[in-house]
């Protein structure tokens, strides 16, 4: 469906009072790697929920491949989310089942019902291997049938990328993947994911809290601060001044004597 290419054309978002997204414009090219970073409340969740078109656009058109994603008929919008993998912050891991389930139900997306259905109790043999695989690249194949709720929170965190692999997408959507972690494990899973986008020619849009994994791994950030882009470039280009217009405290914050 989507060559992994994404376009926001004047895009904004509101919700209720809330603008959420102003005027925003950015393109993504296939096999991109670009982490999303600013404050808390920036915008960043939206922007990305509008690529898979769980968010809508109240102006400006979002464009995925060649296609409006607005305008997509309901079975062209399923094509679309099946082609984008999404890792959350949370995970969403069935926590009582086996790590292979968890992996196996990311191919639901591009089955039927009753085959989905199969695939979790009586998978064959050709999908466990494709789970095992993918268990194996992200560096935990041991674990195929451990039961997820018996992992620790860095081996979910794998778990819920393989599952987003398993998928089969052309583009990853990362929302904090790594919010809950401990920073050294962090940067394993940011590393990784960044890897596996890169060598398998994936688009990656990940949101990042932690500026310095931002900077450290990826070619391009895009910065924004009450919805808006303030800053699209490389890691160097994101110099002091630009640094504190993105994290700036908003005026009513800044008491008189300046601190
Ligand atoms: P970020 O991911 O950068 O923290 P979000 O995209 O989650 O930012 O939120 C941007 C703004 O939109 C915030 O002010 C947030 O409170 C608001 N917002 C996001 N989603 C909703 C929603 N479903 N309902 C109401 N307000 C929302």
Redesign the pocket.
Known sequence: MTGGAFTLADVSVR??D?A?LRSVSLHVGVGELVALV?P???????LLRLLNGSARAVTGMVTAGERDVAGLAPSDLRSLRASIGVVHQDLRLVPNLRVSQNVLSGGFGRQGFWSAVRSQWRPRRADLGRAHALLDRVGIAEKLFHRVDRLSGGQQQRVAIARALYQDPRVILADEPVASVDPARARDTVELLRDICRERGLTLLM?LHNLDLAREFFPRLVG?RD?RIVFDGAPNDLDRDRFDELYRLPAQEVSDDGT
């Open positions: 919700f209720g809330t959420a600013g808390s409340g920036a915008g960043k969740t939206t949101s924004l919805g």
